[in-house]
């Protein structure tokens, strides 16, 4: 058996160039503007956590260094390190088999989990830039040693994106309804209950209408769904789905077990049940494209208002994590490079 390749026109790869790269001033602009936004919102989320310390040190009457002096003191990290550490090669190593086997699915039958570590550890390097940027080196790797076609392997990582979305939002949605009352009562000065409730109603009625139109294209194979951006989505049934959620919930099992093991490490206790309905809630908003996820350490400070270091402790989770993966990222580069420029691979048939 031959392995599969979408036939495609000159025609039409020229349409979907036109399409996708032209852009207009108009649209730079736009892009631009959204940035500026981003980083605003960004740098207001900042201002609220240094105004939250500032307020804890005043009520101990010490100075804000001070203060954070005393909060890293007071900290095991030998111990944080001995948890972190391997919970990063843990989630590389999940992650890492979730994207194989989408990959495997939807563009290249014939890849190997092993032949893939290595291009999806650099890709973590280009992720403190951009997740979009690390994706775009996978779909590099799968042009040059696989010949799948660009449009086609950043649809994957469309699905991949669905999964991952879909995951948070299930988790999350359990963490409103258990702790309802509980996040009723948080000063949040914004409606965000009434933001989620109806993020996950859209989020619910859009699983039948997106099987719908992908099912119905793939039937057809026209229109603006039929292009190849939208590959795998039209390939994909609702067990790949499942199965990517199963895949992927390693990582997020593993998470709320490190996020609380972390946080009694810095003088913060949390049950395992609060922080597996709580965490979900936490990454959804570090998802929101906002540098340094800051839409999460605003969520953390709401979340435990009884523990006002909670935004510095968001900011050392996520920096160590990112650090770490481009250290294990740089380790496989050797490797990554052998890969991609050591010449054409030859697809042997199946």
């Known amino acids: ?42 740098i207001f989320c900042f201002y609220l956590a240094y105004s939250k310390i500032q307020i804890s040190a005043e009520s101990k009457q010490i100075s804000v260094l001070e203060f954070l002096s005393g909060f890293f003191g007071n900290v095991d990290w030998v111990n944080w390190l001995f948890i972190m550490i391997p919970y990063s090669m843990f989630f590389f190593l999940v992650d890492t088999h979730a994207a194989w086997r989408a990959i495997k699915w939807f563009n290249a039958p014939e890849l190997t989990y092993k032949s893939i570590m290595p291009i999806r550890a650099s890709a973590l390097i280009l992720s403190i830039v951009s997740e979009q940027v690390g994706k775009g080196a996978m779909s590099l790797y799968l042009l040059r040693r696989y010949k799948v076609p660009g449009w086609e392997a950043l649809s994957t990582m469309i699905f991949l994106g669905i999964c991952e979305i ?100 810095f003088g913060f206790d949390v049950a395992l049940a609060k922080m597996l309905m709580f965490l979900p809630l936490i990454f959804l908003a570090a998802a929101l494209p906002l540098p340094f996820h800051a839409g999460a350490l605003v969520i953390w400070m709401l979340l435990f208002p009884e523990f006002p270091e909670v935004s510095i402790f968001s900011l050392i989770m996520h920096t160590f994590f990112l650090s770490m993966n481009a250290l294990i990222g740089v380790c496989f580069l050797p490797f990554a490079n052998k890969e991609l420029f050591a010449g054409e691979q030859k697809v042997k048939p199946l």
């Not at 979907?16 to 919102?41: M, V």
């Open 1 to 42: 058996m031959s392995v599969y390749r979408s036939k495609k026109t000159p025609d039409s790869d020229s349409a979907e160039k036109d399409s996708f790269d032209s852009q207009s001033p108009l649209k730079k602009n736009r892009a631009l503007f959204f940035k500026a936004i981003t980083w605003i919102l960004s």
């Open 166 to 265: 879909y995951q948070l939002l299930i988790f999350s949605s359990l963490g409103v309804i258990f702790y309802y009352e509980f996040l009723l009562e948080a000063d949040w000065g914004f409606p965000i209950i009434r933001i989620l409730i109806s993020i996950f109603v859209f989020a619910a009625l859009y699983v039948p209408v997106h099987f719908f139109i992908f099912n119905r294209i793939s039937e057809k194979g026209s229109g603006f769904f039929g292009i190849s951006l939208f590959s795998s989505l039209r390939k994909a049934d609702a067990h790949h789905y499942l199965l990517l959620l199963l895949f992927k919930a390693p990582n997020l099992l593993g998470a709320v077990l490190v996020y609380s093991l972390a946080l009694s490490l």
